[in-house]
């Protein structure tokens, strides 16, 4: 199942022609973390024209963490040309492995005056660029989303199968999970200050995306930051 995330849109014009969008290329859910307007009003509907059951059926979130939680594979886009070390990827590239995964895959789109923050793609498990041009690189948001579906759809019909059979990576539940028990670990010992842990981790993370670690990968670093410290803690009793 393929679903659509949009991260805080302010246009009900911008959610309408999304939600068509998806009608047209198949997408099963449009999904809305913390919309800033009414995704279901009448400019919404208007601009959806026989595509209204896909904003009926849109799902709310408080967090994208939350929306892509139940997703094996999440893409985001990125326009922004400030996107510090986060590799960016090709269309091709990014969409040959989100289509081939199992399960519920996702593409994240952000919002419409200044994207998706880095911590937001950092939710995500790789992020792609449309080379739109480095004066202007920024694309209004329902185009955005038109030309990485078309782009999907251009994919399925032309990639062999399993071109991109590479195991499921952890989801972003997992994977803040781990950062968060390594973060507290590691502040107790001093290897973190509380001035750096944001920033350090952000690092780490990158690491564990770059290395498509798989859930069970991360449960097993994570029962052994946890089994760390409590040793550490055991020894001060």
Known sequence: ?????????????????????????GVDQLRLVNPRCDPKGKDSLRMA???GARLET??????????VADCSRVVATC???????????????ALN???????????????????????????????????????????NL??????????????EHTT????ECSP??????????????????????GFLLPHTREARMAKVRDLLHRASSRTEEVAMLRGMVRQLRWAMNAKRI
């Open 1 to 25: 199942m393929v679903v659509v995330v949009l991260v805080e849109p302010a246009g009900p014009l911008n959610i309408g022609s999304v939600a068509r969008l998806c009608a047209n290329f």
């Open 49 to 51: 024209v026989h595509a």
């Open 58 to 67: 849109a799902v709310t979130y408080t967090t994208l963490e939350s929306a």
């Open 79 to 93: 326009g922004r040309l400030d996107h510090g070390s986060i590799p960016l990827q090709t269309p091709d590239q």
């Open 97 to 139: 492995w989100l289509i081939a995964g199992d399960g519920t895959v996702a593409v994240v789109f952000g919002r419409e005056d200044r994207g998706l923050t880095n911590d937001e793609l950092r939710i995500c498990h790789r992020v792609l660029t449309l080379h739109s041009g480095d004066s202007y690189p920024s694309l």
């Open 142 to 155: 329902s185009h955005a989303v038109a030309i990485v579906l078309h782009d999907m759809a251009r994919l």
């Open 160 to 163: 062999p199968p399993n071109a």
């Open 168 to 189: 499921d990576p952890a989801s972003a539940p997992q994977l803040s999970g781990l950062i968060e028990d390594a973060a507290d670990l590691l502040l107790e010992c």
